[in-house]
Structure formats: C-alpha cells, structure tokens
C-alpha cells in the first residue's frame, strides 16, 4: 500500500520539509521528528490493513457436538411399585386361663423362645387343692356305683321269679345307671381340675421372640384378663401387607383384553422389596394373597405377600415398597427421561436428529416411568435418535455432530468416580431380542 505523507501535512510544515538543506539547526530537529512520525503512521496503515485481510479468511464455523441415544423396541416387563407394611407370619399374645399369683419369670425379654417352653409359674397350691377334691368325689361316686350295679343285677335274677315286684327291680336299675352317670361327671371334673393346675404353668403357643412381659413374680393375674402377660412373634418367614389402587387394576385389566401387554404367566408371581431406606431387601418373596373385596374408603385392594427373613432384617410395622411383575410390553420403547421436556401446556417432546443430523423438535406421548424411562406409547420408533446431552447449544433446524452415548457405561464412570448413580443407565434396557 502507498501512503503520501505530504497530504497530511500542513503548508508550513511541507515547506519546512521541502527546505531541509537551508533549515537551521532547530528547523533540521522539526524535520527529523516529522520523518519519526511519518514513520509510525506506515506502520499502524500496514497493521490495519494486514488485520482486515486475516478477518476475512477466519476458518468456518463447525457443527455442534451433541449426545444421543439410537431407540430400540424389546420385550419391557412392567413393574407395579406399591406400599406395604410388614406383618408377622404368627403373633400369639399369652394370657393366663387361670387365676392366681405369679411365682416366676422363666424366659428372657428379646430372646427366641421354642412352642412348648415355660414362660410364668402361678401358684398352685389351691389348684391341687381341688384336684385332690375331685380325685376323692370320683372314687366315692365309683364305690356308690359298684354298690347300686350289685343290687341291680340281683334284683335282674329277683324278678325272674317273682320274689320282687318289676317295679323294684325298675328303680334298682334306674339306680344303677344314675350312678354311672355320676362316675362319668366325677372324672371330668377331676379332669378339668387338672387341667386347671396344667394351666398354672404358663407355656408358649408359638415359637419366635418373646416381646417384654407385662408382669412381674408377685402380680395376681386372672383368667381371661384384657391385658396380655406377653407378645410372641415369629419374624421368619414375614408378610407384607400392600394396597393397589382398583382403577389401575381395572386399566391393567383393558390393556391386557385389548392385547396391548402380555400377562405374566405363573401361580406364584415374584415380589421385591425396596426397605425405606431405599435399599433392596436381598430375599425374593412370592405372592401369596390378592384382595377379592375394595376399601369403600381408599378405593384400594388389598394383597399379601410371602417373604424370606432369615437374618431378622424385617421386623413387623415397617414400612416398604413392594415391586412386583404385573404384564409384558412386547416391543416397547423405552425413551430416557432426562430426553424428555415439557413445554407449557405439559406436553412432552424431544430434540430429535433425523437423517443429514438436522435436530428437530417432536411432540411425544408416554404411558408410565419404567425405571429412569419412559415406556413410549406414540411419535416415534425403533431407530429414531433423541438427544440426550447438549440442548442448550442448539435448536431446532441446526445441523449438528450426533455422537452416541453409553448410559450405562456413564454411569459406570460416576460410580467410579464417587458422583451419585444415574439410574438411567442402571435400568437401561438391554439389546432387543432377536
């Protein structure tokens, strides 16, 4: 580029230039200081300039690396997760069936008791005392007995011969039989009599562990009373006690009659168990009970499952969440919900890359959360790419770099990692079955 100086001087100064050979010593200093200058302004011309050149060969813009997920349609097994309490398998309350004073405590509060085992003594003393009346009432009705039963058969052979009129042969039989009534009533009270004292001593009906007891040696009890002496439970095997609601059975119900699910084939339909915590109990249950009647109030059915508890981890009253297999999806597709948004009327959609990856924004339906997904029930299929990461860099119509994305190897790293579990990834599905 050529740059005239001259044109940026003034007449004065163009003439002092001009004139160098006859300028004095301060002239020659001006004209040294205006070349200084003229100096300077080439070189801010030949930067801008060469600034303006590399503007205009900047390297062109790339496409946005976004993350996506290629659908797949497999067989989705649908899982109710309903709340449940814990109940014991066998609860038994002990209470005493005669009166009288405790004497003794045979058991330790908390500890595992067998079916038979003596828990409380009572005093005894006037329950034998009765017994023995008993003993004694019988042996006096057996020694009547025997006497009435000997005139009977005499007067039998009396009457042959019409030494007695029938009429005393009729009572001395009638005699006779009475008193083997009165034999029969003699021993069943001897009989409750001891089973009375049998009573005093106070065994457990079931076997489990004993809660605390109620009394101590000492307190008078009688029979029948309100209060319990005890509580004794048996914790292994454990029910769960859980409500499903009957619109989502009757649901359940039409979906299966229209074909859209399979149902889950099997008399004893598996139960998992999430404790309150929010961990996995490690024992698989069985269902062992589905409610025939609804709750006029809740509008929910009652159902029982049956499960394993052999290191004591349940305990009755818990509370726990029930997970079990209520049909098959055949070839449903499984959208992850952190693909999924909702504008403002609530609807959901996605960023899909079609074909060219060009991202396009489609409006979805789903059905339930199957995991960290969604269960899909139309606008789109098997093969379609939805965007999982990167919303924020792009919109709709852009073109885009489409990389796929491992949910459950992502996962994987941030466990690693010690970051929280995405349960995305834990509960991806697995590769459709061929």
């Not at 959609?349 to 059905?367: C, T, Y």
Request: hydrophobic content about 40%; proline content about 5%.
């Amino acid at each position: 580029m050529k740059i005239d100086l001259s044109a940026s001087l003034s007449p004065r100064r163009k003439a002092l230039f001009s004139d160098s050979h006859s300028a004095s010593p301060q002239v020659a200093r001006r004209q040294r200081w205006m070349q200084a200058l003229g100096a300077a302004l080439v070189v801010t011309a030949l930067a801008a300039c060469s600034k303006s050149d590399g503007d205009q060969k900047a390297p062109p813009k790339q496409d946005v690396q976004v993350g996506v997920v290629t659908l797949q349609a497999q067989n989705q097994q649908l899982d109710a997760s309903l709340p449940g309490r814990t109940r014991a398998f066998l609860t038994a309350e002990v209470r005493p069936q005669v009166s009288g004073i405790i004497q003794k405590r045979l058991f330790t509060e908390g500890a595992q008791v067998r079916q038979g085992q003596q828990l409380y003594q009572i005093d005894a003393a006037s329950l034998k005392a009765v017994e023995a009346s008993a003993l004694a009432a019988v042996a006096k009705a057996e020694a009547s007995q025997r006497t009435l039963a000997a005139t009977a058969r005499r007067n039998a052979e009396l009457v042959k011969i019409d030494a007695i009129s029938k009429q005393a042969n009729d009572e001395s039989q009638a005699a006779a039989a009475q008193a083997l009534s009165d034999v029969a009533v003699a021993k069943a009270n001897l009989e409750m009599a001891r089973i009375n004292l049998r009573y005093s001593r106070i065994e457990a009906p079931i076997g489990g562990r004993i809660a605390l007891s109620a009394v101590t040696p000492g307190a008078l009890v009688t029979a029948n009373q309100a209060n319990a002496l005890t509580t004794i439970v048996q914790l292994d095997p454990m029910y769960v006690d859980f409500t499903q609601s009957s619109s989502d059975l009757l649901q359940l119900k039409r979906d299966l009659e229209s074909g859209r699910y399979q149902k889950v084939e099997g008399n004893k339909v598996p139960v998992r168990i999430q404790l309150d915590d929010g961990s996995d109990y490690p024992h698989e249950g069985k269902l062992a009970f589905a409610g025939v009647i609804v709750n006029d109030t809740t509008g929910t059915l009652t159902l029982r499952a049956e499960v394993p508890n052999p290191d004591g981890m349940l305990m009755p009253g818990m509370y726990v969440q029930a997970k079990l297999p209520t049909a098959l999806a055949p070839d449903g597709v499984m959208v992850p919900q952190q693909s999924v948004t909702r504008d403002l009327a609530g609807k959901p959609n996605v960023m899909l890359v079609k074909d060219g990856d060009v991202v396009e924004k489609r409006e979805i339906e789903v059905d339930r959360a199957v995991g960290a997904f969604w269960l899909l029930k139309s606008g789109l299929k098997a093969g379609d790419r939805v965007m999982v990461d990167g919303f924020q860099r792009v919109k709709p119509g852009d073109k885009v770099k489409a990389v796929e994305v491992d949910l459950k190897a992502k996962a994987e790293r941030k466990s690693v990692r010690g970051e929280p579990p995405v349960q995305a990834a834990a509960d991806a599905p697995a590769a459709p079955a061929k």
